[in-house]
């Protein structure tokens, strides 16, 4: 797994762009007295302000790390900048074994796994059980209808004290209607209230935020009037689990399909790989996740074509897709539609949330283009128009340098609020026909 982890990817993990700014500052020997690597685990200790050195590892398997500092941030800075030193600095590393508290951390991770898969053995045999299945079923709705209740009754009380209120509101509300959401099984709900802290210096985007909160408690209450599709909507943002078996038995699309991207994210301590891939006017979206530690699954070669069969997820905007049987042999990109501009993007993106109200991002490819520095850095295209740029400032110098500040064709997410690059072309591959 190591060796798959060179900066972009390490720094893909950084949750914030302040946590990769801070990183790649500590990620330089001169700050880490003690650096070592065992072969599955890097550890080490930065200096920081205190008198005690912080002790960092990181678990590779991952890769996840633990660090003694105070940051609630995962992974913190200093996990990432030890990661940073082993892509640039590996030679340097000592082999010391890691010390007490950090083999008891590697053990308890190694005991909750092995928990884990024995209650998904358990949880397989009793899936196999259709009365089991029903009353599972009937409890989980009624545990989210409790949920969403409770969620409703926050939102008023939040919209009656007025916004302006919310930011003097102690961090422990928002983790404790997040806490319930979980206990709820509503953990698509849980994660949007834990995101509102984030939003508390933007009234319009805490607005348009609380509104999608406020939909969700509103379409469960009214599901039977949704559509299939809307209803599998519904039940995704509420964090419902996909049906990946019983998707895969039914037929899909086959083709030569374009790998245009992949995002790598750490979700506590779970990885998370988003793959995008065209067919025609087509995008589909492939996630693939890794818990507890474990390494994702090899994953499909960004900027090339790939033969595959894809079954698309029910939905009123289709995009989530699960690969059906193996993928073919990869080539050359294939032929696809032409880019969008910046206003044919925003429009494409309004009749997607006109079908899917909580759709979080959509891929989209933009050209010609070109990307301007600034405080957010930005895409602007030949009509004029301007877009946020969010990620990693390196990749983008390195896009600027490589294209001199002229025109390209970019692939990336759209969130609604900035466009994050995943892929770019600094020549006429996937620029506008």
């Not at 308890?108 to 009365?131: F, I, L, M, T, Y």
């Not at 009749?351 to 520095?373: F, Q």
Request: proline share 7%; charged share 20%.
């Amino acid at each position: 797994m190591s060796d798959a982890l060179t900066p972009e990817t390490i720094l893909a993990l950084a949750p914030d762009a302040g946590s990769a700014a801070n990183a790649r500052k500590l990620a330089t020997p001169g700050k880490w007295p003690t650096l070592n690597d065992t072969g599955s685990v890097l550890w080490g200790e930065c200096q920081g302000s205190g008198k005690n050195p912080y002790l960092t590892a990181v678990d590779l398997s991952g890769p996840v790390a633990k660090c003694s500092c105070p940051s609630r941030k995962f992974p913190c800075k200093h996990g990432l900048a030890l990661l940073l030193l082993h892509a640039s600095h590996g030679p340097d590393f000592g082999s010391q074994p890691a010390p007490e508290s950090v083999q008891t951390w590697l053990a308890g991770r190694q005991n909750r796994a092995e928990k884990a898969e024995q209650v998904s053995e358990v949880a397989v045999r009793k899936e196999a059980d259709p009365g089991a299945q029903a009353k599972r079923r009937a409890a989980r709705k009624k545990k989210v209808t409790a949920g969403l209740e409770g969620l409703h009754l926050f939102l008023k009380d939040l919209m009656r004290d007025g916004l302006a209120s919310a930011s003097s509101r102690p961090y422990s509300d928002w983790d404790t209607q997040a806490a319930r959401l979980m206990d709820a099984q509503a953990s698509g709900a849980a994660r949007r209230v834990a995101h509102i802290p984030e939003l508390l210096g933007s009234p319009a985007a805490l607005l348009a935020h609380l509104g999608e909160l406020a939909l969700l408690a509103e379409g469960w209450v009214n599901r039977a009037g949704l559509s299939e599709e809307e209803l599998h909507d519904l039940r995704a943002a509420l964090g419902f689990p996909l049906d990946a078996a019983g998707l895969l038995e039914t037929g899909g699309i086959r083709g030569r399909w374009n790998v245009l991207g992949q995002a790598l994210i750490q979700e506590e301590a779970l990885t998370v790989r988003r793959t995008w891939l065209q067919n025609a006017s087509q995008m589909a979206l492939l996630l693939d996740f890794a818990p507890g530690g474990r390494p994702l699954p090899p994953g499909f070669p960004v900027g090339q074509s790939v033969e595959a069969e894809l079954v698309f997820a029910p939905s009123a905007f289709s995009q989530r897709a699960v690969l059906k049987g193996e993928a073919g042999a990869s080539g050359q990109l294939a032929d696809a539609p032409p880019p969008l501009n910046l206003t044919e993007l925003l429009s494409a993106h309004a009749d997607a949330l006109a079908l899917n109200p909580w759709l979080e991002r959509a891929a989209y490819r933009l050209g010609p283009v070109r990307v301007v520095p600034g405080e957010p850095w930005a895409v602007v295209d030949e009509t004029g128009g301007s877009l946020p740029l969010t990620g990693d400032v390196r990749p983008l110098l390195k896009l600027l340098g490589e294209s001199g500040g002229g025109a390209v064709s970019l692939f990336g997410e759209w969130d609604g609020a900035a466009f994050g690059v995943l892929k770019f072309w600094t020549d006429a591959l996937g620029g506008r026909k």
